[in-house]
């Protein structure tokens, strides 16, 4: 006899849909009744998902119940063992268990009887819920205590056990009154808050004196559930909100439009403050990030957008007012979104003594191909000629040329409009004087440090600094940025840079080698239009071949951008990787993540991803990760049409690659591509990769087919070359 609501599968099956008993159950169920008399051997049954189609079966054969001889006076029912895990919000969830009769012997009677069920299958439909516990400390102006608002859209009670710590052993402490509502203290070694519930979710507002370190927690959501980060406390720093002021009531009579973008910055703020390793609570770590991450696209984006549409047009006295544009003055490090970067030097420039006087001949050809900003080479005096091992820094006569001629080569940048970064090394320097032990670790010329100035923890150098705040550069003695004196001088020295030769902004090397907070410091005081970090670190590779998830590689230079508190961008080293392996090994399914975004930084956080295929250190005569050969163009079709800031090696452009890049660069500056123009990836398949950008522009790389469909949008092929191809849509 059939179960209520079967459906014969041509003449060989039976579907029949799973039921609760009863309304209060959480399992599903079907029974089967049989005739004892029947000569039915075994039932073979798979699983179906309603909602995708799947089929679930045990170690890809059908599972199969032995029916043989057993059956006795109350027949047999199989139905799901009635537990299973839980899964938060899971709907419709299939049995989660299948199981095998087993059989044992009677001396008195010879029919096998079903005794119970002894294996399980993991066959659970398991439902990903990105939970969230969004964290914003603040200081309000003559108070003395810190406000803390914590909130999560988990559904149910949720608990929040609490403490607070002094120092940076993270001791749990009880903190002082007042408490939020509900809260008890837990075996006098923590406080207990039951969050109280909102719309969506539940939250509370905790007051802690300002000269507390930390705020410690854990979520509770029933007797067996906790939330914790990676198998630690959540930690959230208190320290960075002292000096954060709240808005006063004289800010209220500002004009509507600034006090609409000062709260969307204001809003920004509070979401990057969520961001770093130790500040990120959420019960989905990565889901949760590039959520918040998003929703920082989107508001940086209304707030780009208000500041244009209301920035006034100021015509010079001698200029014709209807030809003026508008002046637009961004100091937020990451320039007006439509950037694309050119590298102005490669590793044997230094050679001629002259490519100062070299570059400012080709200045105008540069500007001429559609770059914006250039970056120079390291100017100061350097031990080593390219410049990467500073020794004064105010000494600014290099290999490269002299201060005046830098001075000049910047004027003529100018001149055609090009932006010019300077390419400055913070994290380590070069000494002039030896201590007593024959230690080169003392500095001479104007920035005259002693041994303090060295971090205490680099095994060569032997500093009375500080730990390091990051990764040791062993080659040279590594400052130090958490001294006082280091951090005065360094901001100096900067802002001089920006005034006495021109820089508009900052190519950062090494910035691996201290905290993301000394960059922000620096870039807060010298204002570039634009910056850029070097965080270089290897790929995840298994058994010698890269992974396909890059995202614990792309989330550590995330980290770093955020530490700087988004005032910075960095190389998106992860693309150049996935792009290597993606040609090299004709697998153009690389280029597509998880859920179908592009898999570098650039799918993450596009206006802080500075894409690039090739640089000095990379290509050029050193060749430490060269691009696959004859395949540069695919990658500058890739990067080129995305999101992100592109930048473009010098050796490329005075190149055969030259006119392709250049038709690349006009293709992107017609269409008005920035560095968040939105991607939607269509095809990442063994040979070929495609995608649209802003519908605007299609794509395709690889050696694979693809076409842009025909319909109501018409398209126009605007370019061709080995292995790629670029549409235009057609107006």
């Known amino acids: 006899m059939w ?426 320097r070069c000494a002039h004087y030896q201590n007593q032990n024959g230690v080169w670790n003392i500095f001479g010329g104007r920035l005259n440090w002693d041994d303090r100035a060295v971090v205490g923890d680099d095994p060569h150098f032997q500093g009375r600094g500080n730990k390091s705040s990051g990764d040791n550069f062993h080659a040279a003695p590594n400052i130090d940025h958490s001294q006082d004196f280091v951090r005065k001088d360094l901001i100096e020295w900067l802002c001089w840079l920006r005034e006495e030769i021109g820089y508009d902004g900052w190519r950062l090397d090494f910035v691996r080698g201290f905290w993301g907070g000394y960059v922000k410091d620096y870039l807060d005081a010298s204002e570039p239009y634009f910056a850029v970090g070097e965080y270089w670190d290897s790929l995840s590779y298994t058994y010698g071949e890269m992974d396909h998830n890059q995202d614990a590689h792309r989330q550590r230079i995330v980290d770093w951008i955020n530490a700087t508190n988004g005032t910075a961008g960095a190389f998106d080293v992860t693309t150049k990787g996935i792009l290597h392996s993606a040609l090299e090994r004709r697998e153009y399914w690389r280029l597509s993540d998880q859920k179908g975004k592009p898999p570098g930084v650039v799918g993450w956080w596009p206006s802080r991803a500075v894409t690039f295929i090739e640089n000095h250190d990379t290509g050029s005569t050193q060749g430490h990760w060269r691009f696959p050969g004859g395949k540069e163009m695919q990658g500058y079709a890739y990067i080129l049409t995305h999101p992100g800031t592109p930048a473009v090696f010098y050796d490329h452009i005075v190149s055969h690659h030259r006119s392709e890049i250049g038709a690349l660069i006009s293709l992107r500056n017609r269409n008005k591509i920035h560095c968040r123009s939105i991607v939607e990836i269509v095809k990442a398949e063994r040979d070929v990769y495609a995608a649209t950008i802003d519908d605007r522009v299609a794509m395709k790389i690889g050696p694979g087919y693809y076409e842009p469909p025909s319909g109501p949008q018409r398209w126009s092929l605007a370019l061709e070359g080995y292995d790629y191809k670029v549409w235009e849509a057609s107006s």
């Open 3 to 428: 179960p209520h609501g079967s459906i014969p599968i041509k003449d060989y099956a039976i579907e029949t849909p799973f039921k609760k008993p009863s309304k209060d159950d959480t399992f599903h169920e079907v029974k089967i009744d049989f005739n004892p008399s029947s000569a039915i051997e075994a039932i073979h049954f798979i699983l179906k998902d309603e909602e995708t189609g799947a089929s679930y079966q045990h170690k890809g054969r059908d599972f199969r119940v032995s029916l043989v001889n057993y059956l006795e006076d109350d027949g047999n029912m199989i139905h799901t063992k009635r537990s299973f895990g839980k899964w938060p919000d899971a709907v419709e969830q299939l049995p989660n268990m299948v199981l095998k009769a087993e059989a044992s012997c009677d001396s008195k009677n010879e029919n096998r009887r079903l005794e119970g069920f002894y294996e399980e299958q993991p066959i659970v439909k398991e439902v990903s819920v990105g939970n969230m516990v969004n964290v914003a400390i603040r200081k309000f102006p003559d108070a003395a205590n810190i406000v803390l608002h914590l909130e999560t859209d988990i559904p149910g009670d949720v608990v929040v056990h609490w403490g607070v710590c002094r120092d940076d052993a993270k001791t749990w402490e009880i903190s002082a009154v007042p408490y939020p509502p509900e809260t008890t203290v837990f075996r006098n070694k923590a406080l207990r808050t039951l969050l109280q519930p909102t719309g969506n979710g539940s939250r509370a507002l905790f007051t802690l004196d300002e000269k507390l370190d930390g705020f410690l927690f854990v979520l509770k959501l029933d007797a067996n559930s906790w939330v914790n980060f990676q198998g630690n406390d959540f930690y959230i720093p208190l320290s960075s909100a002292r000096s954060v002021k709240g808005q006063s009531d004289s800010e209220s009579e500002e004009t509507s439009g600034k006090a609409h973008t000062d709260g969307i910055i204001n809003e920004i703020r509070n979401l990057v403050s969520g961001l770093n390793s130790e500040k990120s609570l959420q019960t989905k770590v990565k889901e949760a990030k590039e959520s918040i991450l998003n929703e920082i696209e989107k508001l940086a984006a209304e707030a780009y957008s208000i500041f244009r549409s209301s920035t006034p047009s100021y015509p010079e006295e001698d200029s014709d007012a209807d030809d003026a544009e508008p002046t637009i003055n961004i100091s937020s490090g990451t320039g007006s979104g439509f950037e694309i970067l050119c590298q102005g030097f490669n590793w044997e420039s230094n050679k001629s003594g002259r490519w100062y006087m070299e570059l400012k001949e080709k200045a105008s050809e540069i500007s001429s191909l559609g770059f914006t900003v250039i970056w120079l080479p390291p100017p100061t005096e350097s031990v080593s000629p390219e410049g990467y091992l500073p020794k004064d820094l105010y000494n600014l006569n290099s290999r490269y040329g002299t201060i005046d001629e830098l001075k000049d080569l910047v004027k003529s940048l100018h001149g055609v409009g090009l932006k010019v970064l300077g390419d400055v090394v913070l994290n380590h």
